[in-house]
């Protein structure tokens, strides 16, 4: 019996023993290739010397100090480091525990920035369908996605949706990249203006769709036309890179590929590792200027913010990332996952898409090619992959719902940026095996009495 309350009791979990780069080993001494960084998290692997020697180093010094009280020099230089490569004017770090705490500050910064700026009617937020942006209550509630929200409903705030930029899905025949950015654009300033411009105070979005659809980047334009949108009603741009930002898609920003930048950013995830937990809200001079200006004083906080642990061992990391050029590594490897994937499964008539960005890559499953219809949901296919491909040594990360919350099953990988040529074509084997074992070419799925 254990007495952790694990996220799902009812399953028995392997025990994680070490784990030595892109590999995990359990209490038997098997391996498992960790090609999912867990949530896309462990973007150096696992055991890296030169951040667990910051970690050494920073707790001989001060390991934390609570923020009201007085900074370190830890969380001052990863704030400045942060500032000099983040697009635009993105020049103030507040740093906190996670993602979820990194939106409900953006969230809550937004508010307050018009109450300061004399605009306290602006309280209305607009997020997309099929988002995740967190699972604390103001997270919850500005996200899209059905299945999460549902059971606690009663307890969120009001937010609006509108389409994702889905274009698997939702492009339609003959419609052209710029065509389909436009129609979205369109949508989002037709919610606008059904809430009144003067009463809005920001949009939401994942620069690259992350867990609830599998990696789905926007097309051409997209987030371009967004921002013009945002810009003519006053209305602020919140961009989500928890899960895809911090290099995971071969740019340190994803926002950076889009010609974009926000007004506000969350990052968490890839920004320390997994070696401590961390993320931050990334704030523009015109926003920390009102604050500044007005109150000053951002009505927030949480106990280990700053924490001067986490912040040396995510510098520790960033500078890992520049000084082994993994940046670069990111953008061929994932082409390589990308075309190695399509090369092995495109002709599977279960794989419907292939697609992402640098080492964010996900594969979406159907009962029919030709339709793109779902695969039941009652089978629990995701599920099935998922424990297929642990037995085969590969830990990804799946998800039903994709489509609506309810139907869909995807697979996601998101692999460490340390990964070779080599890793990445025994995880495409390893992945493959798993899905021609669980869903054999020609068939709609299959369901056993197999509890996951």
């Excluded at 038997?28 to 970690?55: E, F, N, Q, T, W």
């Excluded at 995971?248 to 994803?254: K, L």
Aim: aromatic residues 8%; glycine residues 10%.
């Amino acid at each position: 019996m254990t007495h952790v309350f694990h996220r799902n009791p009812k399953t028995t979990l392997n025990v994680a023993m070490h784990g030595r780069g892109i590999e995990l080993f359990d209490q038997d001494g098997k391996s498992y290739i960790d090609a999912s960084g867990g949530a896309a998290v462990c973007c150096l692997g696992h055991g890296h010397p030169v951040v667990i020697d910051a970690i050494k180093n920073q707790l001989d010094k001060i390991a934390y100090v609570h923020s009201a009280f007085m900074t370190t020099d830890a969380t001052e230089n990863l704030a400045d480091y942060l500032a000099r490569q983040s697009p635009g004017d993105l020049n103030h770090v507040y740093f906190v525990s996670g993602g979820s705490e990194a939106i409900e500050a953006s969230l809550k910064l937004a508010r307050q920035y018009f109450v300061e700026i004399g605009q306290p009617q602006r309280r209305h937020f607009i997020a997309r369908r099929q988002s995740y942006h967190g699972n604390t209550l103001g997270a919850l509630a500005i996200g899209g996605n059905a299945w999460r929200r549902a059971p606690f409903l009663p307890l969120l705030v009001p937010a609006h949706h509108v389409s994702p930029c889905y274009a698997y899905r939702d492009q339609r025949n003959g419609e052209s990249q710029e065509q389909y950015a436009g129609r979205l654009a369109d949508e989002l300033e037709q919610k606008i203006l059904e809430l009144g411009p003067d009463t809005v105070a920001a949009f939401v979005a994942e620069t690259v769709v992350g867990a609830t659809a599998g990696a789905v980047p926007a097309v051409d334009t997209y987030f371009q036309r967004i921002r013009q949108v945002c810009d003519r009603y006053g209305v602020l741009l919140i961009l989500d890179e928890v899960m895809s930002g911090m290099g995971r898609t071969g740019w340190r920003f994803a926002c950076e590929q889009e010609n974009v930048a926000p007004d506000i950013m969350a990052i968490a995830k890839g920004l320390g590792a997994g070696y401590q937990p961390i993320g931050a809200m990334l704030a523009s001079d015109r926003i920390y200027d009102a604050i500044v200006g007005g109150s000053g004083f951002f009505q927030h906080g949480h106990t280990y913010m700053g924490h001067a642990t986490a912040c040396a061992a995510a510098l520790a990391v960033q500078r890992v990332i520049d000084a082994d050029h993994l940046l670069q590594n990111v953008q061929a490897r994932g082409e390589q996952l990308r075309a190695e994937l399509r090369g092995a499964l495109d002709g599977h008539p279960n794989v419907g898409d292939i697609r992402g960005r640098g080492l964010f890559v996900g594969v979406e499953f159907v009962r029919d090619k030709d339709t793109k219809e779902p695969l039941d949901p009652a089978l629990k296919t995701h599920a099935r992959l998922k424990a297929q491909a642990m037995r085969n040594g590969l830990l990804m990360y799946p998800s039903g719902g994709t489509v609506d919350g309810t139907r869909g099953d995807h697979a996601l990988l998101a692999p460490p940026f340390i990964c070779t040529p080599a890793d990445i074509s025994e995880i495409v084997a390893r992945f493959t095996q798993a899905v021609s074992e669980e869903l054999p070419a020609g068939q709609t799925s299959r369901l056993t009495s197999t509890t996951l």
